[in-house]
């Protein structure tokens, strides 16, 4: 079993950052691949970024290529997005999740352990 917490999430401007946390217990973190993932009110949770178990690797959404950066760090548990260049479009509940073995990148069904969320809301 693998707890996560996420924190960071608030209100910004439009062009502004904002630095997701995002706090695991549990199992060993480093045996695990991480994904944050989002949605916005009345859409469906979609795919922002994922980083590798040992975090040589990472994959991030078309919308987010270029203004979102993913990392981890396996001595604190935590993974981190940190989002800049923000657009109202931005504007979601965001959610860690991790994911062990094989599976695909950015598939919700193999990340088998989520958290709670944190929102973000960018205003124009």
């Known amino acids: 079993q693998v707890q996560l917490v996420e924190s960071g999430g608030g209100l910004v401007q439009a062009g502004g950052s904002l630095r997701l946390s995002c706090a695991a217990a549990?199992?060993?973190?480093?045996?695990?691949?991480m994904g944050w993932f989002r949605q916005a009110p009345g859409k469906e949770r979609e795919f922002v970024a994922h980083i590798s178990v040992g975090g040589g690797r990472t994959y991030y959404a078309d919308s987010v290529t270029g203004r979102f950066t993913i990392s981890r760090d396996n001595a604190k548990n935590t993974v981190y997005l940190q989002m800049t260049s923000l657009k109202p479009e931005d504007t979601a509940v965001y959610y860690c999740?991790?994911?062990?073995?094989?599976?695909?990148?950015?598939?919700?069904?193999?990340?088998?352990?989520w958290g709670q969320g944190t929102q973000a809301t960018v205003s124009s």
């Open positions: 549990g199992r060993t973190f480093s045996n695990y691949y």
């Open positions: 999740a991790a994911g062990s073995g094989v599976g695909i990148v950015g598939r919700r069904s193999d990340y088998g352990y």
